[in-house]
T-cell receptor
């Protein structure tokens, strides 16, 4: 079974600075997807970024980028030029790329609460 | 922009009572999920649903739980006889068919229903 670990429960960053959120995972599969989801207070989780394991290039979405280290099973999220609106809980998630049926579930970590200091 | 909506946002119930949590997925989505998060713990997969039947369920999803899509729009989670340990935030999610645009595999989440069992 796959597991996702987010060992830092909380992090804080100064506005306009850069912060990196850590995530590690464990799997015996070679092909899979990794996700970062953001959940602002009292709002739904929304997708921030996705990485496909067969792609060596790290995914980037505007100020958000990942550092995907497949051998180390590490998938960290870097937020550049942090903004007050980035304050949220961030979840790392894993999904198999195998066809296991109509649905393949996401396996989540515990989440990291990010606060942004003005 | 279309959203997944969940009701109620918070429900308090007595142990042993039945609870129904409701979700309205995004209209063109075909795959539906329930997750839950006990305070301070991981977001856990409960069940996935496609084509009017359960596709996959976790060990948590025992005989006390059931899901249905009674009218083609609502997707409900029923807990027949609640226990104290059922207290959690319950998230509904849905996703469109593969290749329908956007990020393949992305789940769209509701804001969650907080269940408190006394």
């Amino acid at each position: 079974a796959q597991t996702v670990t987010q060992s830092q429960p909380e992090m804080s960053v100064q506005e306009a600075e850069t912060v990196t959120l850590s995530c590690t995972y464990d799997t015996s599969e070679s092909d899979y997807y990794l996700f970062w989801y953001k959940q602002p207070p009292s709002r739904q989780m929304i997708l921030v970024i996705r990485q496909e394991a067969y792609k060596q290039q790290n995914a980037t979405e505007n100020r958000f980028s990942v550092n995907f280290q497949k051998a180390a099973k590490s998938f960290s999220l870097k937020i550049s030029d942090s903004q007050l609106g980035d304050a949220a809980m961030y979840f790392c998630a894993y999904r198999t790329a195998l066809w296991t049926g109509a649905n393949s579930k996401l396996t989540f970590g515990k989440g990291i609460t990010l606060s942004v200091r003005p | 922009e279309p959203e997944v909506t969940q009701t109620p946002s918070h429900q308090v119930t007595q142990m042993g009572q039945e609870v129904i949590l409701r979700c309205v997925p995004i209209s063109n989505h075909l795959y539906f999920y329930w997750y839950r998060q006990i305070l301070g713990q991981k977001v856990e997969f409960l069940v996935s649903f496609y084509n009017n039947e359960i596709s996959e369920k976790s060990e948590i999803f025992d005989d006390q739980f059931s899901v249905e899509r009674p009218d083609g729009s609502n997707f409900t989670l029923k807990i027949r006889s609640t226990k104290l340990e059922d207290s959690a935030m319950y998230f509904c999610a849905s996703r469109p068919p593969w290749g329908s645009g956007g990020v393949d595999g992305e789940l769209f989440f509701g804001e969650g229903s907080r269940l408190t069992v006394l």
